[in-house]
């Protein structure tokens, strides 16, 4: 069973940068897709950024376009989320999510859009980010 554990959420200022962190393990595979989404009180689950095994090519959204990466380390098991110039707006919940290459992933490569939801099997437990002076 894949398990993702997420780590490296806090307090952070406008404008200041935080790293988050998901440990993998339990791939049958080297061939997934990792994804970062985010919840806030009251709004809708919202994908952030993935990244594929296949050959570390990301994908983030034009929300955080700019602001954010997405890296792994292979050797680590490990992909992080990057956050920088971070604002207000970026307080959420935020999950790591897993699941091993649909045919759109493999040929178009990763995506966190709602129509690709049906990828990410396994879910961390989240981590809160709280973005205020």
């Known amino acids: 069973q894949v398990q993702l554990v997420e780590s490296g959420g806090g307090l952070v200022q406008p404008g200041g940068s935080l790293t988050l962190s998901c440990a993998a393990s339990?791939?049958?595979?080297?061939?997934?897709?990792i994804g970062w989404f985010r919840q806030a009180p009251g709004k809708e689950r919202e994908g952030v950024a993935c990244?594929?095994?296949?050959?570390?090519?990301?994908d983030l959204s034009d929300s955080v376009k700019g602001r954010f990466t997405m890296s792994r380390d292979k050797s680590k098991n490990t992909v992080y989320l990057q956050m920088n110039n971070v604002k207000p707006e970026d307080t959420a919940v935020y999950y790591c999510a897993g699941g091993y290459y649909t045919g759109s992933d493999y040929f178009d490569g990763c995506s966190t859009s709602t129509s690709r939801l049906k990828t990410y099997d396994f879910w961390g437990q989240g981590t809160q980010v709280t973005v205020s002076s």
């Open positions: 990244i594929g095994s296949k050959d570390d090519g990301t």
């Open positions: 339990g791939w049958k595979h080297e061939y997934y897709v």
